[in-house]
């Protein structure tokens, strides 16, 4: 599993938070349960760019058949020049 941390929207005020990717449900979003809980629990949303992107590289990696979770970690480090908190 994963840690990313990516800006969320609470309340008109962008945050720091952290999400967790794994291997995710392949007929469900891969964020559907964290988007859903941060609603519900802190009030807060992760834009909507951010979910359609992990969605992206949900589908690229059922096409190809490689793991979720290292897409990400190659995807976002190469988008973030390297950058992106993992953990």
């Not at 599993?1 to 392949?26: A, L």
């Not at 007929?27 to 988007?35: G, Y």
């Not at 859903?36 to 990696?61: A, C, T, Y």
């Not at 059922?62 to 390297?82: D, I, P, Q, R």
Request: aromatic content about 10%.
């Amino acid at each position: 599993m994963k840690r990313f941390t990516i800006p969320c929207d609470f309340n008109g005020q962008k945050s720091p938070f952290h999400i967790y990717v794994g291997e995710p449900d392949p007929s469900k979003h891969p964020l559907q349960n964290q988007a859903h809980w941060l609603s519900s629990e802190r009030g807060g949303n992760i834009p909507p760019e951010v979910m359609d992107s992990f969605q992206k590289l949900h589908d690229i990696s059922k096409e190809n058949g490689v793991s979720f979770e290292e897409l990400c970690v190659y995807a976002l480090g190469t988008a973030s020049g390297g950058e992106v908190t993992t953990s």
